[in-house]
């Protein structure tokens, strides 16, 4: 049976991708080797690396001054490299759930950190407003797309000071302003490629002003001026990452995808908001992930949420279990998801919803 992939992450790539990723496992670039087990020193890898970073500068108009790393690690490495880095004295963070949190954390064994807004008090289920950065900071951080409770940032915010952004469950779908950012990171496995890279887009200007020591390996400034090859880099996500930044390149680009994106969530919440047993937990539209759709069964139908799920999973569509401390349901919509999975799921909660 057909499969209707929702999961969170790591979630569903291109067939585009997964067909170049399976092929260059067999023979890459017509070498007579497997990708996993070339060289990254090799002129085939070599050009594996220059294309993807020209395709991530290309896709998302990026100004000069800027590199684009594959580091690995996880998103999670860059919530310590991006204040071991960047924060000398003071920075400004956004809390918007669990992500952020971390970020926080691990800010804190560095410097100052001002919490200027969080939504804990409604378990995230909104998007702080009105908030104010302070100016004396070195940074302001902030999630984009806050990937357990299915609510996003989809406006580059303006404040008076240079931002750092993770970006792990979004980027790609949309245009971003890049030159408001110091860094924008994001982990592959969302809307890349499979888990073991993470891009890092870090502005050159950004680096060297803290007066700490910085372990090599944990110095931006090491794997920029190597251009992300300063040790072996993760070959095999690298790889299909390029196959996906060159289906996006194929399709129309960053815009293209946005306008897919939209038309999906589109579709998905109409369908929980015209619904007599289904509500989605983020009440504002604005604040709505295009990426995570998350929702719940109303009180009433809360008992029949494991039979939704495996009702569900005889219609093929798979991962939709809410995360723990959200409950319910999360549909990602990641850009490789087609909308014929949308129908496939919205017809399964209109035909379920039909027997209640
Ligand atoms: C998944 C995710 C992470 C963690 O990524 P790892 O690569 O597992 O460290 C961080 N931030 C956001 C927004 C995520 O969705």
Redesign the pocket.
């Known amino acids: 049976m057909k499969k209707h992939n929702f999961y969170a992450?790591p979630s569903i790539l291109t067939p585009y991708t997964i067909k170049n990723t399976a092929d260059a496992v067999i023979d890459f670039a017509n070498t007579g080797l497997s990708i996993l087990e070339v060289s990254h020193r090799s002129k085939e890898f070599q050009a594996v690396m220059d294309e993807a970073q020209a395709l991530v500068k290309e896709l998302l108009d990026i100004p000069a001054g800027y590199h684009v790393l594959f580091l690995g690690g996880?998103?999670?490495?860059q919530f310590a490299m991006v204040p071991y880095n960047l924060l000398q004295t003071k920075a400004a963070y956004l809390d918007t759930g669990v992500?952020a949190h971390k970020a926080i954390k691990e800010a804190k064994l560095f410097g100052d950190v001002e919490i200027v807004a969080t939504s804990e008090d409604k378990n995230y289920n909104y998007i702080p407003k009105n908030y104010t950065v302070p100016e004396d900071v070195d940074y302001f951080h902030y999630?984009t797309?806050?990937?357990i409770y299915g609510t996003e940032i989809r406006k580059d915010p303006d404040v008076k000071v240079r931002m750092v952004a993770?970006m792990?469950?979004d980027i790609f779908s949309r245009p971003v302003d890049v030159s408001k950012y110091d860094i924008i990171y994001a982990?592959a496995?969302?809307n890349l490629a499979p888990?073991g890279a993470?891009i890092i887009i870090v502005r050159e200007d950004a680096l060297g002003h803290v007066t700490r020591q910085i372990p090599t390996m944990l110095n931006y400034k090491t794997h920029a001026d190597k251009g992300s090859m300063f040790n072996t880099p993760p070959v095999l996500p690298i790889f299909s990452a390029l196959q996906t930044l060159k289906y996006y390149k194929e399709v129309g680009g960053v815009k293209e995808m946005e306008k897919r994106d939209l038309a999906k969530a589109a579709k998905l919440y109409e369908a929980i908001d015209s619904s007599r047993v289904f509500e989605a937990t983020v009440k504002d539209h604005e604040d709505r992930s295009i990426m995570n759709v998350c929702f719940v069964l109303k009180p009433e139908y809360a008992e029949m949420e494991k039979a939704f799920i495996d009702f569900a999973s005889t219609k093929g569509i798979v991962g939709i279990k809410g995360h723990r401390s959200v409950g319910g349901f999360r549909a990602s919509l990641y850009n490789a998801l087609p909308m014929e999975s949308v129908d496939v799921l919205v017809a399964a909660m209109k035909e379920f919803e039909n027997k209640l």
């Open positions: 992450g996880g998103a999670s490495l992500w999630t797309n806050n990937t993770d792990s469950s982990g496995q969302k888990a993470t």
